[in-house]
T-cell receptor, first 114, second 114 residues
Framework: DVKVTQSSRYLVKRTGEKVFLECVQDMDHENMFWYRQDPGLGLRLIYF???????EKGDIPEGYSVSREKKERFSLILESASTNQTSMYLC?????????????FGQGTRLTVV | QKEVEQNSGPLSVPEGAIASLNCTYS??????FFWYRQYSGKSPELIMS????GDKEDGRFTAQLNKASQYVSLLIRDSQPSDSATYLCAVNMKRPGGSYIPTFGRGTSLIVHP
């Protein structure tokens, strides 16, 4: 079974803090993604990576950065957390390609910024 | 902007009925289509994938794809209260950098009442 593991299930951080969300997958997938999910807005893509050290901005990258130093690990960084970044953060991974490339999700991290 | 559209619902059906969930997408070049189920507070779980026009059946679930109409649907037969969840339609769409990335609809909430 594909396993995508996020480092924390719940996090509470203070405004202005630097926050690291970690994600690890064990299926040797090339692609990794970070989404945030908010009520009424669905899943929105923050950043994705298609290879080690390679990244592309998604639809809402402002206020975030990412790091992928190893194939299995993809980190999301909130440089200076703000209350509007309170959300559910979902990491996912998939193989490269146009077909048979379903995404598998981690358990999610619910981040609260106070 | 490339989009995936779903009716947010809620869709309410009696136990034992057929639930029909619909999705349209904007990118005519898309080739991979997925349905995810998400229970409240949990991460999305893949339930169906479809790549060719027509129907694909898996147990009580049938996915239908019509590329000419840019339309994907999910039928759930003999609906059970345990099927009550939000159903997310996802389409792999081409990003500016050339990668195919899952783009999600906002989801349809399904309620199956006894």
């Amino acid at each position: 079974d594909v396993k995508v593991t996020q480092s924390s299930r719940y996090l509470v951080k203070r405004t202005g803090e630097k926050v690291f969300l970690e994600c690890v997958q064990d299926m040797d997938h090339e692609n990794m993604f970070w989404y945030r999910q908010d009520p009424g807005l669905g899943l929105r893509l923050i950043y994705f990576s298609y290879d080690v050290k390679m990244k592309e901005k998604g639809d809402i990258p402002e206020g975030y950065s990412v790091s992928r130093e190893k194939k299995e690990r993809f980190s999301l960084i909130l440089e200076s957390a703000s209350t509007n970044q309170t959300s559910m953060y979902l990491c996912a991974s998939s193989r490269t390609g146009r077909v048979n490339t379903e995404a598998f999700f981690g358990q999610g991290t619910r981040l609260t910024v106070v | 902007q490339k989009e995936v559209e779903q009716n947010s619902g809620p869709l309410s059906v009696p136990e034992g009925a057929i639930a029909s969930l619909n999705c349209t997408y904007s990118d005519r070049g898309s080739q991979s289509f997925f349905w995810y189920r998400q229970y409240s507070g949990k991460s999305p779980e893949l339930i169906m994938s479809i790549y060719s026009n027509g129907d694909k059946e898996d147990g009580r679930f049938t996915a239908q794809l019509n590329k000419a109409s840019q339309y994907v649907s999910l039928l759930i037969r003999d609906s059970q209260p345990s099927d009550s969840a939000t159903y997310l339609c996802a389409v792999n769409m081409k990003r500016p950098g050339g990668s195919y990335i899952p783009t999600f609809g906002r989801g349809t909430s399904l309620i199956v009442h006894p």
